[in-house]
């Protein structure tokens, strides 16, 4: 049964085949929205997604785009507003991780990595920002991590593209709320999701150590996160970036 909130609005999720995009496509699906969900290559689990979000209720389609590449995300959006309608709430969750130490990081791991976290952000906001700002209404929600507030020296690019991004969320947010375009990011510590399966579990266990609440986080309760942005409930927020880590990282 959805909940009335998003009832009407139609919300774009990049990345949202899987992990922490899927749980967001689910989450806003039951609180009455209508769903894009984009993906890169993985169309059998953006059909899964799908799914998923009309059982709860939700009008889902799914598109395919590299979200760095302007011309794709432009089809892209002209896709959804065709389907779905104008954008009313975007969630930048697209993103690649990889830890590489510095001995081994290379120019091109750096452009892939800014390119695909921080440079896709501005390619699909702009491209939904003129429509937005037409319409005198927009949500946003950015998807940083606690890498960008800590030091990571195995991940020098992934921790670089994330601090971009929570200050990329504080000057668009300054310069759009005129047109009430209200943006902000989520700073998720470690998930429980496939990006961490490459990840050995003497790490998973001292991470776990290091967070006061001795767990790692669901995916389900990031996109809790989201929903609370994006909603009204929300409605004083803009600019700022929530960490939801367990306590891992506790900003002051």
Known sequence: MSEPDFENRTVLVTGGSRGIGRACCERLARAGANVAINYHSRGEDALATARLVEIHGGKA???????????????MVA???????????????????????????????????????????????????????????????????????????????YAASKAGIVAFTQSTADALIPHNIRINAVAPGLIDTEIIKDVDQPTIDRIIEQTPMKRIGQAEEIADVVHFLLSEASSFMMGQTLVASGGRVMLP
């Open 61 to 75: 389609i799914v598109t395919q785009a590299d979200v760095t590449d302007p011309q794709a995300v432009a089809a």
């Open 79 to 157: 896709e959804v507003n065709d389907q779905l309608g104008p954008i009313d709430m975007l969630v930048n969750n697209a993103g690649i991780f990889e830890y590489v130490t510095h001995e081994k990081m290379t120019l091109d791991h750096w452009k892939r990595t800014i390119d695909a976290n921080l440079t896709s952000l501005y390619i699909v906001t702009w491209a939904v920002k003129k429509q937005m700002i037409e319409r005198q209404f927009g949500r946003i929600v950015n998807m940083s991590s606690i890498s960008a507030l800590r030091p990571r020296p195995y991940g020098i690019a």
